[in-house]
């Protein structure tokens, strides 16, 4: 759950949208006096825009299709930091045992084709960036299209 959240659909049809996300989660052990420390914070902000009546024509070998709907195209960008850190209780020794910081772009393009299908064209990128040297940094990078069918009204 965001700890604080904003979201604006403006009078034009352009989205803005902040978000703050926070947790803490602690563990205490006795068997070897231990308290295990995971915290996480994570910034998103983001933009959309909607086109209204956007056609759009699909051909085929044998016929072609034309449609008139709405186009919904959103971005967001985020920053997610995730920290362990094993905390010793008889001595002051603490340790990040492990922990990334996160940064994630998100875009996508939402058209619906009928009241019942609707297509969305996307792109994801996320650049981990480890605090220790147990790993190491990596990207990953998702394109694609996705149709979405709904059975219910």
Same mark, same amino acid.
């Given at each position: 759950?965001?700890?604080?959240?904003?979201?604006?659909?403006?009078?034009?049809?352009?989205?803005?949208?902040?978000?703050?996300?926070?947790?803490?989660?602690?563990?205490?052990?006795?068997?070897?006096?231990?308290?295990?420390?995971?915290?996480?914070?994570?910034?998103?902000?983001?933009?959309?825009?909607?086109?209204?009546?956007?056609?759009?024509?699909?051909?085929?070998?044998?016929?072609?299709?034309?449609?008139?709907?709405?186009?919904?195209?959103?971005?967001?960008?985020?920053?997610?930091?995730?920290?362990?850190?094993?905390?010793?209780?008889?001595?002051?020794?603490?340790?990040? %045992?492990?922990?990334?910081?996160?940064?994630?772009?998100?875009?996508?393009?939402?058209?619906?084709?009928?009241?019942?299908?609707?297509?969305?064209?996307?792109?994801?990128?996320?650049?981990?960036?480890?605090?220790?040297?147990?790993?190491?940094? %990596?990207?990953?990078?998702?394109?694609?299209?996705?149709?979405?069918?709904?059975?219910?009204?």
């Amino acid at each position: 759950n965001p700890l604080i959240n904003v979201d604006v659909m403006w009078q034009s049809d352009f989205t803005t949208r902040g978000e703050i996300k926070r947790t803490r989660n602690l563990n205490l052990s006795f068997a070897n006096n231990q308290l295990t420390e995971v915290l996480s914070n994570e910034y998103i902000i983001g933009m959309g825009y909607r086109f209204t009546r956007m056609d759009l024509i699909i051909k085929t070998k044998n016929s072609q299709q034309a449609y008139s709907n709405d186009l919904n195209i959103r971005a967001d960008i985020s920053y997610r930091r995730n920290k362990t850190i094993l905390r010793q209780l008889d001595s002051d020794d603490n340790q990040i %045992t492990s922990g990334q910081g996160n940064f994630t772009i998100k875009t996508y393009a939402d058209y619906r084709l009928s009241d019942k299908f609707e297509m969305r064209v996307f792109y994801d990128r996320i650049l981990n960036n480890p605090f220790t040297s147990l790993a190491y940094r %990596t990207t990953n990078a998702n394109f694609g299209v996705s149709f979405r069918f709904t059975l219910a009204n």
